[in-house]
C-alpha cells in the first residue's frame, strides 16, 4: 500500500507530486483478482445512468476520436483512441445494464473485464487521458467520453486499480485536506509570510465575508504570488473576502483517483466553509479541474442548489471589467492564451480570460485552433503527477509546443496552475524558451496606482 | 420498430442524475436541436480523418435517396401506409446506388486498413456493413430496365430475385435494433442529450 511515509512530497522537481517510487504499487488492497472485477463492474454499473447509458449505445466506432486526442496523436497506438479507454466500461454496460444483456450473457458475448484487463486499461485510463474533452468536439454522436472516463475511474478505485502516485496525493487530500501538504497550518505560515514580505493583508478565517476565497495547492506550495495577486486585487476592488483554514483547498484528487467519496468530502469542507462565513460568492482560483468540480459537480455533491454562486477567478474579474470596476495599465507587447480545458471547453467560460486581456490592453494573438478547440497541456486528470506517464505527457505537449509557437506572441498566460506546472515541467523538460505567466498575476501587476 | 422501440426503452429507463448546479444557458432545447444539426457538419477546429468523412457523407446520401427516392420503394411504402411522393428520375438512382456501393466499399476497406479502426471493429461492425451492402446489391440485380409498374411492365422482373432483395431487406430490418444501424434513431437521443447537457453549462460541442 501506498502511503505518507513511503510517499513524500517533491518539491525540488519543476512539477510537484510525490517523489518517483522506488516500487510501484499500482494496486491498492488485497482483494483476489475475481474481488476486484467484481467491484469494477458493480461501481461501473451504478454509473450507468440514462446519459452513460446513451452514449455506450450510440458510438458507431468510426474512430473520429483519436485524431482529436493529443495523447494518441504523440503514440500512433491505437489502444490510445479515446472510445478505446472505455471498453471495460462498455463490456460492462453490455453485460449488465444493456437492453440485450440476457444475451450478451447468456452466449458470453460481453464477458466480465477481468482484473488482468483492468490492470491493463489502468495506463489508458489515467496516464493517457487528461479528462481534455476534445474527443467529443470531433465524435459525430456527441459522446462526452470524458465525462465516462471519470465514471470508469469510479470503477478503477473500487477495484483498487489506480496509480501509485495519483491514490497517494489523493489519499493525502483526504487525509490531511491537500494533496501536496498544504495543510491548515502551512498556509497560516504561509499567509503570515506573504503578508510581512509583499505588504498584504491576506484576511483568513474571517466570521463573516462576501466572498470566499479557495486556492490550489499548487499555488499555496509553487505560486504563492498568486494569493498575493488575488489579495492585491480583491482590496482594490473592495470587496469584504476571507479564506477559511476549514476549507480552502479548490482542488479534488477525489475527482481525479475515482473516489467519489472523497471526491464529496473535499467538495463539502469547501461548501461548509462558504456557508459558515455566509459568502454569496465561492471564489475559485486559477485551476482548471477544481472549476469542474466545484461550478458544475459540486452541488450535486451537496445534493441541492448551493446557496451560492461560483466563480473561477477569471470569471469574477470579467465581470469586474464589465461593471467597469476594474481598469487596468495597459500591458505592452503581444500575448498568447492557453485554454484550460475544463474551464473552456468543458466548462463554458471560453470568453472570461479574453475580456479580461482586452481590459489588459495587450494583443491577443490567439493560437491555431484556441478558444474551445485548444489543445490541453497534458497534464490534467492527475497525469503531472505520475512518473510513469512523463516521456508520453512530453511528447503530448510538443503539440501544445507548437500551438505556442505559432503565434509568435512574446508572452504567455494561462489561468490554471496545474496547466503552469505542467508547461514549467515541459519547459524545463525540452529547455523551451517560453515561460508561463498566471493571468492573475498580470492583472495585479497592472493594477492602477 | 420493436426491437427498437425496446432499445430506446432500456436505454432511456435508465435512472436519470438531477443537476442541482446553477445553468449558465436555460434554452436547453434549442441547445439539444442545434446539437443535431450542428453535428452534421464536419467539426470545427477539430481535424478529423477527412476523406472517411467525405466518404460517409456520400454513401449515407446515396442510401436515403435510393431507400427513399426510387419509384418501387415509394410505391412499396404507399402500399402499406398510403403514403407516397414523387419518385427520382432511374437515372439518378443508378448514380446513388453507385455512389452507396462504392462509399461502403471503401468504408470496408477503411475499417479493415486502418489501425485505430481495426482495433475499435467487432462482429457488429462487419455484419452491419453486410447487411446495409445485400439490398444494394440485390437490388441492383433487378434494375436491368426502367421501373414501370407491375400492370404496364411489359416483362415482369425476376420473382426470385425479387424475394432475395426482399429478404436482404428483412435481415436489415431485423438485425438494426441489435447492432450500430441502430444509430439511425439513437443518433438523435445522443446528441440531444448532448446538447441539452452541454448547452446548460456553455460547454463546446
Not at chain 1, 74 to 83: K, L
Not at chain 1, 242 to 271: C, H, K, P
Not at chain 1, 405 to 427: H, K, V
Request: charge should be positive; hydrophobic fraction near 45%.
Amino acid at each position: 500500500m501506498s502511503g505518507p511515509d513511503l510517499d513524500p512530497l517533491d518539491f525540488d522537481a519543476p512539477r510537484f507530486t510525490i517523489r518517483k517510487p522506488a516500487v510501484r504499487y499500482d494496486q491498492q488492497g488485497d482483494a483476489s483478482d475475481a474481488e476486484r472485477s467484481a467491484a469494477a463492474v458493480r461501481a461501473f454499473v451504478r454509473d450507468m445512468s440514462r446519459t452513460a447509458a446513451t452514449y455506450m449505445e450510440s458510438c458507431i466506432r468510426c474512430g473520429h476520436c483519436a485524431e482529436a486526442c493529443h495523447f494518441y496523436l504523440a503514440s500512433g497506438d491505437p489502444a490510445h483512441t479515446p472510445i478505446w479507454k472505455l471498453e471495460p466500461f462498455r463490456q460492462a454496460y453490455r453485460r449488465e445494464a444493456g437492453p440485450f444483456r440476457w444475451l450478451y450473457r447468456k452466449l458470453n458475448l460481453a464477458p466480465e473485464p477481468a482484473a488482468r484487463e483492468l490492470r491493463e486499461w489502468q495506463e489508458l485510463l489515467y496516464d493517457s487521458c487528461s479528462m481534455c474533452g476534445r474527443c467529443t468536439l470531433a465524435c459525430p454522436m456527441g459522446i462526452d467520453i470524458a465525462g465516462l472516463v471519470a465514471q470508469a475511474r469510479h470503477g478503477m478505485f473500487a477495484a483498487g486499480l489506480v496509480p501509485h502516485e495519483l491514490h497517494a496525493v489523493a489519499e493525502r487530500a483526504e487525509r490531511e485536506g491537500s494533496p501536496l501538504g498544504a495543510t491548515p497550518k502551512v498556509l497560516k505560515e504561509r499567509i503570515e509570510w506573504l503578508c510581512d514580505e509583499h505588504a498584504v493583508e491576506i484576511p483568513l478565517d474571517l466570521p463573516r465575508a462576501e466572498v470566499l476565497v479557495t486556492l490550489s495547492s499548487i499555488e499555496i506550495m509553487k505560486y504563492p504570488k498568486s494569493i498575493v495577486a488575488t489579495a492585491r486585487i480583491l482590496k482594490h476592488l473592495g470587496v469584504s473576502w476571507t479564506l477559511r483554514s476549514e476549507g480552502y483547498e479548490a482542488t479534488n484528487f477525489g475527482l481525479f483517483s475515482g473516489n467519489a467519496d472523497w471526491q464529496r468530502d473535499m467538495s463539502l469542507r469547501v461548501i461548509n466553509a462558504a456557508l459558515a462565513c455566509g459568502a454569496r460568492t465561492l471564489l475559485l482560483p486559477e485551476c482548471g479541474h477544481a472549476y469542474g468540480a466545484m461550478r458544475w459537480q459540486g452541488a450535486n455533491m451537496y445534493g441541492k442548489p448551493l446557496p451560492f454562486r461560483v466563480l473561477h477567478v477569471t470569471e469574477f474579474l470579467a465581470d469586474a471589467v464589465r461593471g467597469g470596476r476594474l481598469k487596468l495599465k495597459p500591458l505592452a507587447g503581444s500575448i498568447t492564451f492557453h485554454d484550460p480545458c475544463q474551464v473552456s471547453r468543458r466548462g463554458g467560460a471560453t470568453q472570461a480570460p479574453r475580456e479580461v486581456l482586452a481590459a489588459l490592453g495587450a494583443e491577443l494573438r490567439e493560437m491555431p485552433a484556441a478558444g474551445n478547440a485548444n489543445w490541453c497541456c497534458g497534464g490534467g486528470g492527475g497525469v503531472v503527477t505520475l512518473h510513469r506517464a512523463d516521456e508520453h505527457r512530453y511528447r503530448a505537449f510538443e503539440i501544445k509546443m507548437k500551438q505556442v509557437e505559432a503565434t509568435g506572441a512574446q508572452r504567455l498566460a494561462t489561468s490554471c496552475s496545474n496547466c503552469r506546472l505542467t508547461f514549467d515541467d515541459g519547459q524545463a523538460h525540452y529547455k523551451w524558451d517560453h515561460r508561463i505567466e498566471s493571468l492573475l498575476e498580470l492583472v495585479a501587476e497592472q493594477l492602477p496606482t | 420498430m420493436l426491437g427498437l422501440a425496446w432499445r430506446l426503452y432500456v436505454v432511456l429507463g435508465r435512472p436519470a442524475r438531477a443537476d442541482y448546479s446553477e445553468p449558465r444557458r436555460s434554452d436547453l432545447v434549442a441547445g439539444a436541436m442545434r446539437t443535431i444539426f450542428a453535428k452534421m457538419l464536419p467539426p470545427r477546429g477539430v481535424k478529423v480523418r477527412g476523406v472517411a468523412m467525405a466518404n460517409a457523407y456520400l454513401y449515407h446520401a446515396g442510401l436515403a435517396l435510393v431507400a427513399f427516392g426510387f419509384a418501387p420503394h415509394i410505391r412499396f411504402i404507399e402500399r402499406y401506409t398510403g403514403i407516397g411522393w414523387p419518385a427520382l428520375p432511374d437515372p439518378v438512382m443508378y448514380v446513388a446506388s453507385g455512389v452507396a456501393i462504392v462509399g461502403l466499399v471503401i468504408a470496408l476497406i477503411d475499417r479493415l486498413s486502418d489501425r485505430v479502426l481495426r482495433l475499435l471493429s467487432g462482429f457488429d461492425d462487419y455484419f452491419s456493413w453486410a447487411v446495409v451492402m445485400l439490398p444494394l446489391l440485390t437490388g441492383m440485380a433487378l434494375i436491368d430496365r426502367p421501373y414501370q409498374p407491375a400492370p404496364q411492365a411489359a416483362t415482369p422482373v425476376s420473382p426470385g430475385l425479387l424475394a432475395i432483395h426482399l429478404l436482404s431487406l428483412e435481415l436489415l430490418l431485423v438485425w438494426l435494433p441489435f447492432g450500430k444501424l441502430a444509430h439511425a434513431a439513437l443518433v438523435f437521443v445522443s446528441r440531444w442529450r448532448t446538447g441539452a447537457d452541454f448547452t446548460r453549462k456553455g460547454a463546446a460541442i
